[in-house]
């Protein structure tokens, strides 16, 4: 059996997986983020670890399971962050999580010296505080101590994969995430780290997806309830390994939407998708040589949990009320709109001094006028990217949706209105990333032959057809929603310039 450990934002999901890829059993234990003025996004690494011990002991238990049972282990994790660890392996920072835009003048340095374009074709990234180079460079300029005790820049799954393992490095999908890693050479940017004035000795080795890395340590295997020597596969970023977890595995595949905290759009490809609008970046799969062109927003289903807990449904129920509130109320056709960048954001602008806000609010709006506004929000940035990836030779014709967000039929319906193409829903809506970290760890090991089994381990479900009507609607009130964000643009760099979120 393999277990499958998918670090998100909100917490770490452990997954039991049969060795023919059935689903077994799951457990998820949260944690804690926090979240400040001036775009802070923080949160413990020692927190991930004491999640994924106590939802693997909780796994093991749930599924009657043996220690001797698991033949791997694997992960999926959140991208762009740093975790920054001494000498002797422990945390000096709090790990900035990708959500973190606070090294916008880290991202100016770089600019000034590489540019964006030249940024761009490095790395298939902009050049962005999101990512974990400006992050870095962050945390070096304004916490010098800590920073003086810094042996190596590690992302989450990879900090999870050194406590069980005692190996520091990382793969290709989550370096791609970092602005560090030179796309076409397949290594790191010498470029791009001379220009952050950062040494490369802090930057780990970078393996394939399937590597084998090493084995559970004894002290890794009292903590987790695991048997010591189990082999520990590296995985990937959450991204690509929801890909693989939909079955996007090469450009048949068509596309999907990912509805978790941030979300996005992507599709699966042989070569890096270059926008010469950079509306889109282009990470590496997790399957080696594949590449996964994508445009993300930075809150998507944040922004339905916002206005959910904003709203105070007390209830599963009072939840659904909301949802259909919003199901049977006008938002767009009634001249209401929401930008949906709460945390900033990344595709199509990516302007870190990006807020969001409800524009054109009138005296009979409920709260499922506002609920309404918000999915359409999400939908209306969304669909740049697939416009994007449209201009660059990219069509799309049908889309999954995977991520807990997809649960919402008014959302999907919305989409598919909008976007004037079916929308289905995937049967493994929660366990995307969880999947296709069990695909890499089984081929890593060779339980699985090859990464296309990924394809028959879930199917579509629930399916959402485009009503014509709604789409010519929506056709003629994306250019408003444009011009919104357009005319605020500048309100939103004032308010920044002027140290109003500082």
Same mark, same amino acid.
Request: hydrophobic fraction near 45%; include cysteine; charged fraction near 20%.
């Given at each position: *059996? ?27 234990? +949260? ?76 991202? !100016? ?70 602005? %560090? ?31 084998? =890395? ?26 690509? *390994? ?5 079955? &996007? ?5 068509? @596309?999907? #939407? ?9 599709? #699966? %490809? ?7 609008? *950079? ?5 590496? +799969?997790?399957?080696?040589? /594949? ?5 993300? *927003? ?15 449904? @007390?209830?599963?129920? !009072?939840?659904?009320?909301?949802? !259909? @509130? ?13 930008? $949906? ?6 595709? $199509?602008?990516?302007?870190?001094? %990006?807020?969001? @806000? ?13 609920? /309404? ?16 990836? %449209? ?10 949706? =995977? ?10 319906? &919305? ?22 970290? #069990? ?28 009503? $014509? ?34």
């Amino acid at each position: *059996m393999i277990i499958s450990h998918d670090l998100g934002t909100t917490g770490n999901k452990a997954t039991l997986v049969a060795n023919d890829g059935r689903l077994i059993a799951a457990v998820t234990v +949260h944690y804690d983020t926090d979240f400040g003025l001036g775009g802070k996004a923080e949160q413990d690494p020692l927190a991930w670890w004491d999640a994924l011990a106590q939802a693997t002991r909780e796994l093991l238990a749930s599924a009657g399971a043996k220690p001797e049972d698991i033949d791997v282990v694997s992960f999926s994790g959140q991208m762009m962050g740093v975790v920054a660890i001494d000498d002797a392996g422990d945390p000096v920072f709090p790990s900035i999580i990708w959500a973190d835009t606070r090294a916008t003048a880290q991202t !100016d340095r770089l600019l000034d010296v590489v540019g964006m374009e030249r940024g761009y074709q490095i790395t298939g990234h902009r050049l962005n505080p999101t990512y974990s180079l400006s992050k870095t460079m962050w945390l070096r300029d304004t916490s010098p101590d800590a920073f003086a005790r810094v042996r190596r820049i590690l992302l989450a799954k990879d900090f999870i994969a050194f406590k069980l393992t005692g190996v520091q490095v990382t793969d290709r999908s989550d370096a791609s995430s970092t602005n %560090a890693y030179d796309q076409r050479a397949g290594t790191w940017s010498e470029e791009l780290i001379a220009a952050s004035g950062l040494s490369r000795e802090i930057f780990p080795e970078i393996v394939d997806s399937t590597t084998v =890395i090493g084995t559970i340590t004894a002290d890794a295997a009292r903590a987790t309830g695991l048997l010591a020597g189990t082999p520990v596969v590296i995985g990937g970023g959450d991204g690509p *390994m929801a890909a693989l977890g939909a079955g &996007i595995t090469d450009a048949s595949s068509g @596309a999907y #939407a990912c509805m978790g905290s941030s979300s996005w759009v992507s599709v #699966a %490809a042989d070569a890096p998708l270059y926008d010469p609008q *950079m509306r889109s970046m282009t990470f590496n +799969h997790v399957i080696p040589g /594949r590449f996964v062109p994508t445009a993300t *927003m930075q809150a998507g289903g944040a922004s339905l949990q916002w206005i959910v807990d904003t709203l105070s449904p @007390a209830t599963a129920a !009072d939840y659904a009320e909301l949802l !259909d @509130a919003a199901e049977n109320r006008q938002a767009s056709g009634e001249g209401l709109y929401f930008l $949906p960048h709460l945390l900033g954001e990344r595709s $199509p602008y990516w302007n870190p001094h %990006a807020r969001a @806000a409800f524009v054109g609010l009138l005296r009979h709006h409920d709260r499922g006028h506002m609920t /309404r506004a918000v999915l359409e929000g999400v939908a209306f940035n969304l669909l740049t990217g697939l416009r994007a990836f %449209a201009d660059c030779g990219t069509d799309v014709d049908r889309i999954d949706v =995977i991520g807990g967000a997809a649960n919402a039929s008014a959302l999907l319906q &919305i989409f598919a209105d909008m976007w004037g193409m079916p929308v289905a829903r995937r049967d493994l809506v929660d366990e995307a990333g969880a999947i296709g970290a #069990a695909v890499v760890a089984g081929v890593g090991v060779g339980i699985f032959e090859n990464f296309e089994v990924a394809a028959t381990l879930s199917k579509r479900s629930t399916g959402y057809e485009p009503n $014509p009507e709604a789409t010519a609607r929506y056709a003629r009130e994306y250019p408003v929603f444009l011009d919104a964000y357009a005319r605020l643009e500048p309100w939103f760099d004032a308010l920044a310039a002027g140290g109003s979120d500082a």
